[in-house]
């Protein structure tokens, strides 16, 4: 994962980031989330800490309201609220 903050003139590679391959990248402040078919995360911009949402195969997520919802193959459909992400957060402490 590579970030920019400069309109992309330049890019550096992102501390800690998931390996995984990325096909969607989601903002849901104050969180990024990203997702790809064998696994989706969320990264704390305040905490600058990443936390796994689980071997969720999901193509696709937006944001509707409160909830992010992931699409992926076979019709499979899933959703989590950013409170419940923030609550996976304070877990971690």
């Known amino acids: ?12 590679k992102v501390v800690n980031a998931p390996a995984y391959y990325v096909e969607k990248i989601l903002w849901a402040d104050p969180y990024w ?6 696994e989706s995360s969320a990264f704390d911009t305040l905490k600058k800490q990443w936390i796994s949402l689980g071997k969720s195969p999901y193509h696709n ?3 509707v309201g409160d ?3 992931g699409v992926g193959g076979r019709g499979q ?8 992400i923030q609550q996976l957060f304070l877990s971690k402490e």
């Open 1 to 12: 994962v590579l970030a920019s903050t400069n309109a992309g003139m330049s890019w550096v």
């Open 61 to 63: 997520v937006c944001l």
């Open 77 to 84: 459909i899933g959703f989590i609220s950013l409170s419940q």
């Open 67 to 69: 909830r992010i919802y």
């Open 33 to 38: 989330i990203l997702s790809g078919p064998a």
